[in-house]
């Protein structure tokens, strides 16, 4: 299955993209149709201030940046592909057109910077280039350091969202959202961290929790569910 966004990832290598760009003023628009997009766990404190965070159900849990209430549909991304000001962008947003790819396994795990190859992100002898002279230019190993930092920030998230599973945080949702205009709408198929089972955690299991340093990311998840309505507003905006 292919990672979101991302639809022929290659290889980045000198012989095959010595004379390629990556074409100017990229925008947003790729993250158009898609209502929930990855975060880390270090983003979930900032994330949470403009975006409800919520845990996937399916393949295995993991926290979401909640962007839309519909499916194919972002809020935060305008027809021009801008995002909306002030509203913090997902890193895993941020990383594209560029990937890593994993090779190898146990010690001998290793990664490949990939990228996104399309005729509106890959340009022959034009564009911020890749290479010079056979060599990484300054913005694929600003992407490399980027997308290993990301990938760290992944594996760091795992415990946690496993910790959260283990100790029993996890309860599926659906969200009610009134808008302003009348009527409801419903979205369903994911899951929040539930303040009463967290109140009745043994003092230990707590104390667990908070020495690995993740009540910040638990507590900005159960506050972030006021950004609900804000999705709720941003929707009829959108609609008229």
């Not at 925008?27 to 990855?38: E, L």
């Not at 409800?52 to 991304?77: H, K, M, Q, S």
Request: aromatic share 10%.
């Amino acid at each position: 299955m292919r990672p979101l966004f991302y639809q022929n990832p290659v290889a980045l290598h000198p012989t095959a993209h010595g004379a390629t760009g990556l074409a100017e003023a990229l925008d947003y628009g790729f993250a158009r149709k898609t209502n929930a997009i990855p975060v880390s766990l270090s983003e979930i404190p900032i994330a949470a201030l403009s975006y409800p965070i919520a845990f996937t159900t399916e393949g295995g849990a993991r926290p979401v940046a909640v962007v839309g209430l519909r499916e194919d549909e972002n809020l935060f991304v305008d027809a021009n592909g801008a995002w909306l000001e002030g509203a913090y962008v997902p890193a895993y947003v941020r990383r594209y057109p560029f990937i890593l790819a994993e090779y190898g396994e146990g010690d001998d795990l290793g990664v490949q910077l990939c990228i996104e190859d399309h005729p509106e992100i890959l340009v022959q002898g034009a564009g911020q280039p890749l290479f010079a002279d056979g060599e990484p230019s300054r913005l694929v190993k600003s992407a490399f350091d980027f997308c290993k930092s990301l990938r760290a920030a992944d594996l760091a998230t795992a415990p946690f969202v496993e910790a959260l599973v283990a100790c029993g945080l996890l309860e599926g949702r659906a969200a009610t959202i009134q808008l302003p205009t009348g009527g409801d709408l419903k979205m369903a198929g994911f899951a929040t961290i539930d303040e009463a089972r967290l109140r009745a955690l043994p003092d230990e299991v707590f104390l667990l929790l908070r020495r690995q340093g993740w009540m910040s990311a638990v507590y900005a998840q159960m506050h972030s569910t006021l950004n609900w309505a804000r999705l709720g507003d941003l929707l009829v905006s959108n609609d008229r």
